[in-house]
Every structure is written in structure tokens, then in C-alpha cells.
């Protein structure tokens, strides 16, 4: 009997001793140090991605930006107003002469015009020369594509941002690069930033330099995102100077309901017909930036984001006008807005954070 409840006592301080404050320390550092150690070879990238998308699906609606007018062709326009599923540069002289004249502070043409589409070729170098608010694109070339040049007579004047987007190994875009340095090459700006910068110019706001080296925008400063901030671990797609996107919330797009106002390119040549819409034409358009780019299906220019919903297995795509739009969106919006950057802890406080929750769970 007595050695019986001498094994029982023994048994109680073995438990006692192992539960001691001492061990649950250990208990918690050994974990904690595991889980960074794993983290370390991106054993759970994919899972903090995941579960920073759903954050983000979570996240209250915002209202629409209405500094910003996204002008789309679909499908519809592209066949009766098109040929060969592209507009002809006549045809692009006169939208974009149309849209000019409603006297936007600025224009961003997102379609591709390396090459002449005739007819009217010389009326479109014309309108490009005569249009100091138009930004077109360009596609830098990397390792996986040659790129696309810029239009001669826009890359002439400067007048050109690269369209470029990072996409994360699980398709998804969550990224936003301000600019990348080519080899051999001076320093490039995104098509979005060119906009924001040509936007700003009346009010006299113009890219500095920070004292920590950083970007800044009317004392707005725009840290950049290191190959392993957060999730990230050793992210060779980190090229060039990027921020973490940061897009408006808005309704699914069953619900016909757009971070932005968008027009179909038929309702604004539509509504040049009248004084009525010529009137409402230039109430909607002026002092805006005005996007003009494809939504159509065929151009299959559509990207994942943070927002895309996965229910049922289907994914909701935004098309590259409205990512662009979004990138625009979120510098202006955190320029004149305040509207809060997306930034990652730094290790040491991503470290304290996980030995915290480890000494929890160890309890």
C-alpha cells in the first residue's frame, strides 16, 4: 500500500516538475522556433497567403474613388467598331481626341500601340504629340517575355509607365511595383504612378526622396517590399521598387458594382450625339484620370487578386484597366487621402508575435 501511494506522489511532482514555468518556457521557445525555422523554408508560405486573402474579402465595402473614370471596350465594341479585334488608329485618334476634349487631367491609354494599325496613323502620332496629359504603356521585357514597346511618339516625350505585374506563384496579384532599373537602363515609372504624378501636377506635388531612402508623395512615404517581408520568402520575382497592392473593397461583379465609374465606349460616342450628353460627358469626365482599355473576354487581359472570391471553385478576374485603376486608386487615395498603406512587420516583432502565441498554447 505504502509503495503505492509513495508511485502516486512521485507521479504527481513528475507532472508538477514538467508543467513547471521552466518547462512551458521551453515548451514555448521550441516551438516558436520551429514554426520560424519552417517558416523560414516556406513550409507555410501558401497559408499565411491564403489567409491574407481572406482578410481582405472580409474587409468592409469602400465608397467608389471618383477621381478615376474607367473608359472599357468589350467584345460588343471591338467587333462593331473594330477590325480584327483591335481599333484601327483612326479610329483611337478620335476617342481619344473626344476624351481629351472633356478636358480630363489626365489620360491613360492602356492598349498596346507598338505598331501602326492603319488607317490613320499619322492623325494618331498627331493626337499623341498635341496631348501632354495622355500616359500610354509599355511592357518591359524580362527573362519570360520580350515586351512590348511604347508608342514612338509618347516614348519621345516621355510620356510612357510599364504595365508589368507581379504574379505570385499561386497565380494571384497582390503586388504593385512604382518602378524597376533595366540593366544598362535608366529607372522606369509604372503606368499607374505616371498618372498619379500627372494628376498631381496642377497642385504642385511632385516624388521626393524620404531621409530613410524611401519614396514620398506629399510627405507620404512609400516603403519597399524586401524578398522577405511576411509571407514572402526569397522572392525572386522581387523586381524593381514594389508596395503591397491594396485594392477598394466593392461589391462581387454580379452586382454590376465597380470600384470606379466605368463608361462602355459606345455610351460616351453614343453621347456625343447631343448637347444633353456632350453636357454630362464632360461632368463625368473632367478633372478625372480616364482610363481607356479593354474588358473584352478575347483579349483574356484579366488577373487574380486578393479579392477574387473562390467560392464553388470559380474564381472572379479583374480585368488590367481596372487593375490599373486600383494601383492608381491606392497611391492617390494614400497620397490625398491618407488612406493606410499595407505594410509587413519586420522579423524581430513577426518573431515576438509567434513566441507569444506559442507561450499561450503552451499553457
Request: glycine share 6%; net charge neutral.
Amino acid at each position: 500500500m505504502a509503495q503505492i501511494v509513495q508511485a502516486s506522489a512521485y507521479r504527481k511532482r513528475l507532472r508538477k516538475w514538467f508543467w513547471s514555468d521552466r518547462w512551458l518556457s521551453k515548451i514555448a521557445i521550441g516551438v516558436a522556433g520551429a514554426v520560424i525555422v519552417l517558416r523560414g523554408f516556406g513550409v507555410f508560405q501558401l497559408f499565411e497567403l491564403t489567409a491574407y486573402d481572406q482578410l481582405f474579402q472580409r474587409r468592409s465595402l469602400e465608397p467608389q474613388d471618383n477621381r478615376i473614370v474607367l473608359v472599357s471596350l468589350d467584345d460588343t465594341d471591338l467587333q462593331r467598331l473594330g477590325t480584327g479585334g483591335m481599333l484601327s488608329d483612326q479610329r483611337l485618334a478620335e476617342v481619344l481626341t473626344l476624351i481629351k476634349s472633356r478636358q480630363p487631367r489626365a489620360i491613360g491609354l492602356d492598349i498596346y500601340r507598338d505598331l501602326p494599325v492603319a488607317p490613320g496613323s499619322e492623325q494618331l502620332k498627331d493626337v499623341f504629340e498635341n496631348t501632354p496629359q495622355l500616359i500610354g504603356i509599355e511592357t518591359l521585357s524580362d527573362s519570360d517575355s520580350p515586351g512590348v514597346m511604347a508608342p514612338p511618339a509618347l516614348k519621345a516625350k516621355q510620356q510612357v509607365g510599364f504595365n508589368n505585374v507581379v504574379i505570385d506563384l499561386d497565380g494571384l496579384v497582390r503586388r504593385n511595383t512604382l518602378f524597376i532599373k533595366p540593366k544598362d537602363q535608366p529607372v522606369h515609372q509604372s503606368f499607374a504612378l505616371k498618372l498619379v504624378l500627372k494628376y498631381l501636377e496642377p497642385d504642385h506635388i511632385r516624388l521626393k526622396v524620404s531621409r530613410s531612402k524611401h519614396t514620398q508623395l506629399n510627405g507620404v512615404e512609400f516603403p519597399p517590399l524586401n524578398p522577405n517581408d511576411g509571407a514572402y520568402i526569397n522572392a525572386d520575382s522581387l523586381r524593381g521598387y514594389q508596395i503591397l497592392a491594396n485594392p477598394r473593397s466593392s461589391l462581387p461583379i454580379e452586382h454590376q458594382v465597380s470600384p470606379f465609374a466605368q463608361l462602355p465606349l459606345s455610351v460616351l460616342l453614343e453621347s456625343n450625339r447631343s448637347p444633353q450628353g456632350q453636357e454630362r460627358m464632360t461632368n463625368l469626365l473632367s478633372d478625372r484620370i480616364v482610363l481607356l482599355g479593354s474588358t473584352a473576354q478575347s483579349s483574356n487581359d484579366f488577373f487574380l487578386t486578393s479579392h477574387s472570391s473562390r467560392r464553388g471553385g470559380n474564381a472572379e478576374r479583374m480585368s488590367g484597366v481596372e487593375l490599373q485603376g486600383q494601383f492608381v486608386s491606392q497611391i492617390l487615395s494614400a497620397v490625398l487621402d491618407g488612406r493606410s498603406l499595407i505594410r509587413f512587420w519586420d522579423d524581430p516583432s513577426e518573431w515576438v508575435w509567434i513566441l507569444g502565441w506559442s507561450w499561450l498554447g503552451a499553457f
